[in-house]
């Protein structure tokens, strides 16, 4: 799906107790245009977002809803945050700003505590044009969704090791009443990733992965689906910490 990475001021609060918590927020940002960026100023993007959560030594979960602004997003296309197909990443076209509201809920459990863990997440996103544009009315919409399940074992060989394995369906777009992108639901998009933790010092971790994703879209609600083709991968992540 696509998620907001919305940057500049803001203000937000946060209930914590027992375990529990229960936060919102709104940020404003990235403007259509130069300038001094305010949070009340219609040339923004602007997200909000509220979420609850419960975290135990044995499971936990969290719940968010967030709702993003996009004023125009061929300028602002620099603040989504997408891990997905294409279209998920903008069902219209480039000129046409748009709203976008996504619900998201996430837990973990450890079946052997602290060492082996289960943890999943859903996410839909509901995008709404906000103007007309080319093959886009305004109010035409789109959803999204995306679901991954996680397996981990956190202490392998040592305690600053964890190894671990996802499958699940990448962001698609499941409907679109434009004449935008829209994603195969015949073949979705899946993904399936091994991954390993390494703790190598208080401040620094490393996370070497390689991941198998397929990929499979149409353009209108009524076009011919493209040929479904995969991509392999690897990275390595490093992580610095300064506290």
């Given at each position: ?15 914590a ?9 709104i ?60 279209a ?113 010092a ?29 991509t ?12």
């Amino acid at each position: 799906g696509t998620y907001p990475l919305t940057l500049g001021p803001g203000a937000g609060i946060t209930y914590a107790k027992d375990g529990w918590a229960l936060g919102g927020g709104i940020i404003a940002g990235n403007p259509q245009t130069g300038g001094i960026t305010g949070i009340v100023d219609n040339n923004n993007g602007s997200t909000a977002v509220v979420q609850l959560s419960y975290s135990g030594a044995r499971g936990g979960f969290q719940a968010a809803w967030t709702n993003t602004a996009y004023p125009m997003p061929s300028n602002l296309g620099g603040y989504f945050f997408q891990e997905g197909s294409n279209a998920s990443f903008n069902p219209f076209n480039w000129s046409t700003p748009m709203n976008v509201n996504t619900a998201s809920v996430g837990g973990y459990y450890f079946i052997i505590p602290q060492k082996f863990s289960i943890s999943g997440g859903m996410n839909y996103g509901f995008y709404t044009a906000a103007a007309d544009g080319y093959l886009v009315k305004n109010g035409d919409t789109a959803v999204s969704n995306t679901w991954l399940i996680t397996l981990q074992y956190e202490k392998l060989f040592r305690d600053n090791i964890a190894i671990g394995t996802s499958f699940g369906q990448i962001g698609m777009i499941k409907s679109n009443t434009s004449g935008g992108a829209i994603d195969n639901t015949a073949t979705p998009p899946w993904i399936l990733m091994g991954f390993l933790n390494w703790q190598v010092a208080k401040y620094l971790s490393l996370s070497p992965y390689l991941y198998w994703s397929t990929s499979d879209t149409k353009v209108g609600s009524s076009g011919n689906p493209s040929a479904q083709t995969g991509t392999f991968g690897a990275a390595l992540m490093a992580t610095l910490a300064f506290y």
